[in-house]
């Protein structure tokens, strides 16, 4: 009986030491899987300030103006908007009850409008596009689906719709554009014209123990910038200052550091004009800047 107490007592300690080698792995193990966690939540917090960089489909039509104006035409120009493949123009009078006419696209940048009434005010609106098109074919190559047809009619269904295609268009937003005709003496008012600024593209930013320092391109045709900030990314955003001049490019921000970091989100308004004439160009991509926490 003494024999075997004495070989068992090994045997336990050697049972235990290999129960406790698990459980040291296993709280290993999970301490790096929480760290690892804590290193996936900063990349996408980083990936998504890189995110709110990219532009968000086509830009506006800057520029948009009347050249030359007559009696019965008009020329009608302004800027390219990159990756454009044309432009869609539609007018109408500038009157109560008044129809769009039918869509005119124009690759060009820059329209002569016949056959309009003389002395007459009218209001023209442009957009950008970009065209797709897609092939029916290579979309039912992908996926086979049993629908019942035998070899023979699906082969005869596939001749039918062999040159079926979808054409599909992405916009931008709209610029109007309003002027009133010469008279039929050649007299008159020739143009009223609030040409729209160009969007700003891009923000950047530095920031100190107490402020954030935004900057950004002047726009050539802008009378000056709204600079708004909201607290979500598609939240709503609140005006903090107007910049009444398109010489002054960066805007400085005061703020409170509190017991927890705070993102904000910043957006820039291009605009030209002042009042009810005012007209601004569409937002920039907003720009994330977070705001540490105070230190102990």
Not at 104 to 113: D, L, S
Not at 157 to 177: A, N, R, V, W
């Amino acid at each position: 009986m003494f024999m075997m107490k004495k070989r068992l007592f090994p045997l336990l300690a050697y049972m235990l030491a290999f129960a406790l080698m698990f459980t040291t792995v296993g709280v290993f193990n999970t301490s790096y899987a929480s760290a690892d966690d804590v290193d996936a939540e900063d990349e996408e917090d980083e990936e998504d300030e890189e995110d709110d960089e990219d532009l968000e489909g086509l830009g506006d039509v800057a520029n948009f103006d009347a050249v030359s104006i007559s009696k019965d035409k008009a020329t009608l120009k302004w800027d390219k908007v990159e990756d454009a493949d044309g432009y869609e123009i539609q007018y109408k009078l500038d009157k109560k009850g008044a129809n769009w006419c039918d869509p005119i696209t124009v690759t060009k940048a820059r329209y002569e409008v016949k056959k309009l009434s003389p002395g007459k005010k009218y209001v023209f609106r442009i957009r950008a596009f970009i065209y797709y098109e897609e092939d029916l074919d290579d979309e039912e190559e992908e996926e086979e689906v049993d629908d019942g047809l035998t070899y023979e009619d699906a082969e005869e269904d596939d001749e039918d719709s062999e040159d079926e295609e979808i054409d599909d268009y992405d916009y931008g937003e709209y610029t109007t554009l309003k002027f009133t005709t010469l008279d039929r003496q050649g007299k008159g008012q020739t143009s009223t014209v609030t040409v729209k600024p160009a969007m700003i593209k891009k923000i950047s930013y530095s920031k100190s123990s107490k402020k954030v320092t935004l900057k950004w391109k002047q726009v050539s045709n802008a009378d000056g910038y709204i600079i708004q900030v909201a607290t979500k990314k598609d939240g709503k955003y609140k005006t903090v200052t107007t910049l009444k001049t398109n010489k002054k490019t960066q805007f400085q921000k005061a703020y409170k550091q509190g017991k927890k970091d705070a993102k904000y989100y910043f957006q820039i308004i291009a605009y030209k004009g002042s009042g009810k004439n005012r007209v601004c160009a569409k937002a920039s991509p907003a720009k994330a800047v977070t705001v540490p926490k105070k230190k102990k």
